[in-house]
């Protein structure tokens, strides 16, 4: 059975703050491969705004304009956990995620919550990883 992530309830009520600290600059997908100054500007202003919102509001976006849970087994989960650096593997619980920075998909952000931090680890500016 598919096990979804999903948000860490105790930090519902958390404004969400972005991270990249696990986005490895040598990968394929990190902040250096956006095609243009107009596509990382897009990015740096998607985040700010999602900045001001509650985890809780983050997730109760529609999925055009919100996060979408990665099930266990997905090659998406697996990217991530690659990534991920957190303490939470210990703990046996994931929270994984994708988003759009724009609802016509322009990019996805993929990553994890660890306390109300959204740690990115891969930026997809073309659109493509596992789809």
């Known amino acids: ?3 979804s ?3 860490d309830l105790k930090h519902a009520e958390s ?6 600290l696990d986005c490895s600059l040598d990968k ?3 902040f250096w491969k956006l095609d243009s100054k107009s596509d990382a500007e897009k990015f740096i202003s998607r985040l700010k705004h999602i900045e001001k919102m509650t985890w809780k509001q983050f997730a109760g976006l529609d999925r055009k304009k919100g996060l979408t849970s990665e099930f266990s087994n997905s090659e998406s989960f697996k990217m991530i956990n690659e990534q ?5 593997q210990v ?5 994984y995620f994708h988003f759009r920075i724009e609802e016509d998909g322009l990019f996805r952000v993929f990553g994890y919550q660890e306390s109300q931090f959204f740690h990115i680890t891969h930026i997809d500016p073309k659109g493509k990883v596992h789809h």
């Not at 703990?91 to 929270?95: K, S, T, V």
Request: aromatic share 16%; net charge negative.
């Open 1 to 3: 059975m598919d096990i």
């Open 5 to 7: 992530t999903k948000i």
């Open 15 to 20: 404004k969400v703050v972005f991270c990249i």
């Open 28 to 30: 394929n997908y990190s």
């Open 84 to 88: 991920d650096s957190s303490l939470q």
């Open 91 to 95: 703990g046996g619980e994931y929270y």
